[in-house]
C-alpha cells in the first residue's frame, strides 16, 4: 500500500514571497504519478501540478513548480510570487499506474495562508 | 455539463436516517469515483466505477455504503443507517478514461452531517 505524509499542517508567506510545501511518500512502484491539489473553501479540488515518476525533469507551471526526488520519496512544491488567492489547503496525491481505476492517494494536506 | 456536478450539497442527516448522495459526471467522462473527507484530513478512496461496472468497492466502510452507476452516467452513493462517524464531505470525480495518469476532475462535494 502507497502512503503520501505531509509533514506541515500549517505555513504562511508573505504577499509575494516564496514559499515550500513539503510531501513524503512510500510505495515499492516504479513508475507512478504524483500530483498537487488545491482545496479552497468551496472544497472542490484543484489540479496544481502533476509529475510523472519516469521524467527527471521538474514539472513547472507558470508560479508553480515541484522538486521531485525519486530516490527520497520526496515530492515538494514551490509556490512563487505568493498570491492571496493561493490560500487554500494543499494535498500531495500519489497515484499508481492500474489497469483499471486511477485511484489517488492523499497526504493530510497542508493549510496555507498568504498574509498581505 | 461543464463540471463535475454533485448533490445535495448540503445535507443534515438524523442518526439512523439513510440518505443517498448524487453524482453527474462530466459527460462522456468513462471513470468515476467516490472519496470520503474527514474534517482536516484528506480525501480517501471509497469505490470506483468504469462505465457501469463497479470494478473497485474496497474502500467503502462498511456494509451500510452502497453505490451504483445503473447506466454508467449519474451515479448515487447511499448511506444506510447513518452514524456519527459518517459525518464527511463526500466527492465524486471522473476521468475520461482509465489511462494511467489521466486527470481526474473533482466535484464540489456533500457535505452530509450526522446529529
Known amino acids: 500500500a502507497q502512503t503520501v505524509t505531509q509533514s506541515q499542517p500549517e505555513m504562511s508567506v508573505q504577499e509575494a514571497e516564496t514559499v515550500t510545501l513539503s510531501c513524503t511518500y512510500d510505495?515499492?512502484?516504479?513508475?507512478?504519478?504524483l500530483f498537487w491539489y488545491k482545496q479552497p473553501p468551496s472544497r472542490q479540488m484543484i489540479l496544481v501540478i502533476r509529475q510523472e515518476a519516469y521524467k527527471q525533469q521538474n514539472a513547472t507551471e507558470n508560479r508553480f513548480s515541484v522538486n521531485f526526488q525519486k530516490a527520497a520519496k520526496s515530492f515538494s512544491l514551490k509556490i512563487s510570487d505568493s498570491q492571496l488567492g493561493d490560500t487554500a489547503m494543499y494535498f500531495c496525491?500519489?497515484?499508481?499506474?492500474?489497469?483499471?481505476?486511477?485511484?489517488?492517494?492523499f497526504g493530510g494536506g497542508t493549510r496555507l495562508m498568504v498574509k498581505p | 455539463g461543464a463540471g463535475v456536478s454533485q448533490s445535495p450539497r448540503y445535507k443534515v442527516a438524523k442518526r439512523g436516517q439513510d440518505v443517498a448522495l448524487r453524482c453527474d459526471p462530466i459527460s462522456g467522462h468513462v471513470s468515476l469515483f467516490w472519496y470520503q473527507q474527514a474534517l482536516g484530513q484528506g480525501p480517501e478512496f471509497l469505490t470506483y466505477?468504469?462505465?457501469?461496472?463497479?470494478?473497485?468497492k474496497s474502500g467503502l466502510p462498511s456494509d451500510r455504503f452502497f453505490a451504483e452507476r445503473p447506466e454508467g452516467s449519474v451515479s448515487t452513493l447511499k448511506i444506510q443507517r447513518t452514524q456519527q462517524e459518517d459525518s464527511a464531505v463526500y466527492l465524486c470525480?471522473?476521468?475520461?478514461?482509465?489511462?494511467?495518469?489521466?486527470?481526474?476532475?473533482f466535484g464540489e462535494g456533500s457535505w452530509l452531517t450526522v446529529v
Open positions: 466505477f468504469q462505465n457501469e461496472a463497479q470494478l473497485d
Open positions: 510505495t515499492s512502484e516504479n513508475n507512478y504519478y
Open positions: 496525491a500519489f497515484m499508481k499506474q492500474m489497469n483499471a481505476g486511477n485511484m489517488l492517494t
Open positions: 470525480a471522473s476521468s475520461y478514461e482509465e489511462l494511467p495518469g489521466n486527470t481526474i476532475y
